[in-house]
């Protein structure tokens, strides 16, 4: 069945498949849009503290490495992001604000 622009019924439906838009991305908030967590571990205290990528970059990798330099910090783990799954971008959703008119159709 067509209406009278040659188009199926039902092709100027919003939500149908083939009028499905590219999703909006956005820089994931909680990595800073890195895609990934680091940490610094101080073995001294046992302790691990999130620190950026420059930051554990500079440590130093090992244990002795770290006490030559009379440092108590060192690479710690270097997680994926579980918000965005290591990309550095989410898909934007919009907050859902209901229509006033709605509202008044009870």
Do not use: S
Request: proline residues 6%.
């Amino acid at each position: 069945m067509y209406n009278n622009y040659d188009y199926p019924l039902g092709a100027d439906t919003p939500d149908a498949p083939w009028n499905a838009k590219e999703p909006h991305m956005v820089k994931c908030e909680a990595c800073n849009g890195k895609g990934y967590h680091w940490h610094a571990y101080n073995f001294h205290t046992d302790q691990e503290t999130e620190c950026t990528e420059e930051t554990w970059l500079c440590l130093p990798k090992t244990e002795e490495e770290a006490e030559v330099k009379r440092q108590h910090y060192i690479q710690g783990e270097k997680e994926t992001c579980e918000v965005c799954d290591g990309v550095g971008e989410v898909e934007y959703e919009e907050d859902y604000e209901p229509d006033h008119d709605d509202y008044y159709e009870r």
